[in-house]
Structure formats: structure tokens, C-alpha cells
């Protein structure tokens, strides 16, 4: 150990949530999506509007369509958030860069530890523009678009691609491994009522049939874009004591480390494995606990190799193995590593990272109702890929 | 509305590829290519690689950046490639499919450049195949650095 530590474990809580429904295309507008779930989240928490005094989300609409994104409309920022719910934060500050949910939860904490503010309010607000997601209509390829878009080479379904077909290759992974996941997320995510995947599970053949985008990535591997809004508010330890729901507490971070190869163009399969392996060590060192402490890591999975990646540099597989591990049973929930409990981002909407969140909180305060699992005393809730993202770990007691 | 004699008739025909457009850092390697030359740029300083181009170099940090594009020998390996088939970009649409490659150069490790593999997608495509660069013209003035796979 070389001394670092997480000297905020175990003092900052989450103490209540609000999900709003995961649609297509909402009927109403992001911002009043927001302003309801918001609400609900403080309101849920035991709170008073007027005690929420910090507010952080990150907002970016993560499509490479190149929409315009007005706020209230397309994104919803901390301040626009602020301010139409009538409040003169203490604090309030977006989150830049990739990890975006889990990256704000960690400027959240930071905030309440230091006393910035006493009540924070995450969000994470995602909405799905008119017109197809990820199409661009751009006519010249300027900056980082000039080494790609000439090529045709644009969107992350085909960033992806490139590394995860490095992974079939080098390790000889098959698709039918892949089936294994999608058919466990979507299974999970069927449960889930607010999920746009409600009651919609697959089988294998479905996945192996779905129509593929840039090989080996088909729609499948990709999370569908959705309207829809969370929200969670964060305080101190001795706060959350006083409040209904209990609480859940936050037991440490990490943020990737992407380097110069992590720009915005693509990432090679070995730079995802040592950004993310910089991020794993960070959050042993920092938290003091190994990844068998972990009752729930929840793997981010926007696009599904990310699952494979996170199972190996958080050390739950070898390099090359995850692959086996998930055609052996490894990740299924009634018999496996709950990794996928909550459905993820490929069973409930391109939610960005609430999924794995909310799935922490839900089974760490004992609120996932039927959906509840046995012995969940600490979680993790990934976001990204693990050399671009973060996780955060929850516990259900104060560690 | 009226309609010039020459419009484009189709609905595809309207769609055009975005061709590159070069700035302060990447004008050397487009007027390379126009020469039908692989030019990367070079740190005058400590002699390394860098691509895209970039305003100070990634391995000696120079505060006093000096580079040069320095033409290489076009030859590569595959590191990974997707077959595009669907486009995101609408002027590609007729092109689907079409292969996409990440070429390690074989002047430094590490040293890629993304682009399109000439062959197309029957080609027999491994990693670590060995090409060789190619150029397409796209327009007056700009031609594409692509890939052919080298028989053998």
C-alpha cells in the first residue's frame, strides 16, 4: 500500500431515490421529467425542497449525432436544475468527461464531506433526440473527425467494435459466450417495471439473430436510446441518521485513466485493460476491501463487451477468460456473481449508468421489494468503459 | 420550388462523405497524402511518432514544440478491424458494407492509424496481417490514405 485512502468512507449516504419512467420518447419535455423526479427523490428522502442546497449531474448527451442539446430539452444541467426548482444552491457543479454518473457522485461526496453543501441532489437526465440516434450529417471532418469520419468509422457501436473484435480474436471468443449476457441482462431487466425492457426478456437465438451494425457489434450489444430521468440526493452520515430510509453508504471511488490512447476516436483493446486496471487498483487501495468483499458489483454495460472487460481488470476473471466465465454460469444471479442484477443499460435503456447505481442502493437499503437478494452488504456501480469511467462502492452499513 | 438542371435526382446522391478538412496541426499530413505520400509528424527533438498530430509532443512534453511530417514506409500490421454495416454517416450508405482497419505502422509500437481496407470485406482479414498503403482520391486536392492487404 502506498498510503492512499478514502478518508470520506463511510460519511456520506444516499438517502433516497426517485426513477421516472424509461421511454422511447417521453410525451413530456427532459426539464419537467427532472423537475418530477427531482422532487420525488427529495421528497422520498424525507426532505424539504428548500434544504437541497447542492446539486451535480453530468450531463452530455452521449450520441455522436450532433444534436443540438438545449438545456431543459436535451440535457438538464445542475444549474438549469437549480433554478427551476427555485433554489440558490451552495453548490453546483457538472462533471466533465466519461463516467459520467459515477463521476458526479464523487463530486457529490466531495461536496458534502468538505462541507460545500449538506443535501445534494444527483440527477442524471437522458433524453433520445428525433431522427436516428447516433447519424450525423456532417459534410466535412473537422478536428478528431478528420482521422475517422473520412473512413466512415463514426459512432461508439463501431468504436466498440474494433477492440471487442481484438478480444474474439486474441482469446477466440465466440458470440455465443456474448448470448449468455444479453439473455441474463434482459432477463433481469424484464423484472424491472420501470425498465423500457419490462417484460420483454430474449433468448440466445434472438441475439445471434439480431441485425448486426459493425461486426461483432449487432443492435443487441447496444443500449437502446430513452427518454428518462434519475435522481438521488446524497448527505452526511449523521444527517441520514435522521431520515426515514436507510441509509446507504458510500465506501469508496476510482476513475479510470485512459491516457492519449483514450481519446476521442477509439480505444485499443490492451489501453482499455490498463486504464481499467489503474482504476481497479485505485479502488483497493482506497477502499481497503478486494473484489471478493464485493456482494454486487454492478459492471457497466452501455455496450456489452464492457461487461468482459470489467470481469477482468476488477480481477473476477484472468485476462481472456471472461468469455468462459459467462458461458460457465458465472454471471447469473440466482447462481452466480450478481453482476447483472439490475438489469444494466442493455435490460432497462440507455440510462448511462442509473442501472447500476440504483441497483446498489435498491438492495443495499433492502428496497428491491420481490426483486431483493440475500446477504448484499456491499456494491459496486460501475460506469463506462473501466479505463474512461469510474465505480463507485456502496455499503450497507458504515465501513 | 425550382430545380437546377444538374441537382442530384437521387436520394442517395445527396448524401456526400465528409472529406477531411486540415488545420494548423494536420495540414502536413493531408498535403502528404495529396502527394500520395504517408507522412506522420515527427518530434524534431526526440524522434517520435506522433498520430493524430499533436501540439506538443507525447513523449519528450517539449514546451518548445517542433515537428516535422516525415514520410514512412506505408507498411503495417492489422490490429483490429469492424465490418461497417450500417452507416451513421448517410454518405455511406451505398457502401455497406466496407471494412474499416486500425494499422499499427511499423516504424514505432503502438503508432495506428484508422482507415479502410482496400480489399474490402471478402478479404481474408487476421490480426497482425501485414498491408501496405494505398491512396484514394476523393476530391481535387484530397486523397485518403487506405490499405491493401500484402499477398504472402
Redesign the interface.
Known sequence: MSGHSFTARGEVAVVGYAMSAVERHSERPLGALTIETSLAAIRDAGLERDQIDGFTTGSILPS??GQATADGVGVVTPNWLAEHLRIRPRWASGFQGYGQLSGSVMLGVNAIASGAADYVLVHRALSNPRG?Y??????????????????????P??QI???Y??YL??YGASRDAMATVLVELRKNGARIPWSYWHDRPITARDYLDA???????CILDCDIPVDGVAAFVLTTRERAADLPNRPVYVAGFCQGSPG??G?N??S??DAIMEGGEFAAQQLWETSGLGPHDIDLPQLYDGFSPFIYFWLEVLGYCAPGEAHQFVQDGGISTETGLPIASGGGALGNGRMHGVPQMLECYLQLSRRAGERQLPSIDVGLACHSAPHWGGAVMYSAEPL | MSTAPDAPTSASAAFVKPLPRPDEVSQGYWDAAARRELAIQRCDHCGWFNHPPDVVCAQCMSPDPSFSFVRVSGRGRIRSWTIMRDAFLPGFRDDVPWVVVDVELEEQAGLTVISRLADGPDANLALGAAVRVVFRDVAPGIALPEFELVAG
Open positions: 455522436a449525432g436516428r447516433h447519424e450525423n450529417p456532417m459534410t466535412e471532418a473537422a478536428g478528431g473527425a478528420q482521422w475517422t469520419a473520412p473512413y466512415g468509422f463514426w459512432g457501436p463501431a467494435a474494433l477492440p473484435n481484438e480474436q486474441r441485425r448486426m451494425i459493425a461486426d461483432p457489434i492519449r490512447a481519446g476516436t477509439f485499443s483493446l
